[in-house]
Nanobody, 125 residues
Framework: QVQLVQSGGGLVQAGDSLRLSCVAS????????MGWFRQAPGKERELVAA????????MYGDSVKGRFTISRDNDVTTVYLQMDSLKPEDTAVYYC??????????????????WGQGTQVTVSS
């Protein structure tokens, strides 16, 4: 079965950096767009970043542009989220997601078929 296993996250101070990783198995990783989403308490899940099968198309949520970087390594079936200049408002549970059988990403949670277990990121001021 498809599994997305996340690692990284934790508690940091404002201005710090973190890197999240998501290792995929059970799917043809190189044929899937991948995304990172986040959900803060009382809020809807929102796009953080998404990347096409070959990295040629990348999308970012407006609040993270210029601070976060998404990348992928198809050889090790892993997608990464590098988060720099973290702010308290970045505090949320972060999820990786796979858009099965589609090469290009979208910003809608409805378009992603598989989800990681979620990882907490907490940024203190």
């Amino acid at each position: 079965q498809v599994q997305l296993v996340q690692s990284g996250g934790g508690l940091v101070q404002a201005g710090d950096s973190l890197r999240l990783s998501c290792v995929a198995s059970g799917l043809i990783f190189s044929r899937n767009a991948m995304g990172w989403f986040r959900q803060a308490p009382g809020k809807e899940r929102e796009l953080v970043a998404a990347i096409s099968w070959n990295g040629g198309k990348i999308m970012y949520g407006d609040s993270v542009k210029g601070r976060f970087t998404i990348s992928r390594d198809n050889d090790v079936t892993t997608v990464y989220l590098q988060m720099d200049s973290l702010k308290p408002e970045d505090t949320a549970v972060y999820y990786c997601a796979a858009r099965s059988r589609y090469y290009n990403p979208t910003d809608s949670t409805n378009d992603y078929d598989y989800w990681g277990q979620g990882t907490q990121v907490t940024v203190s001021s």
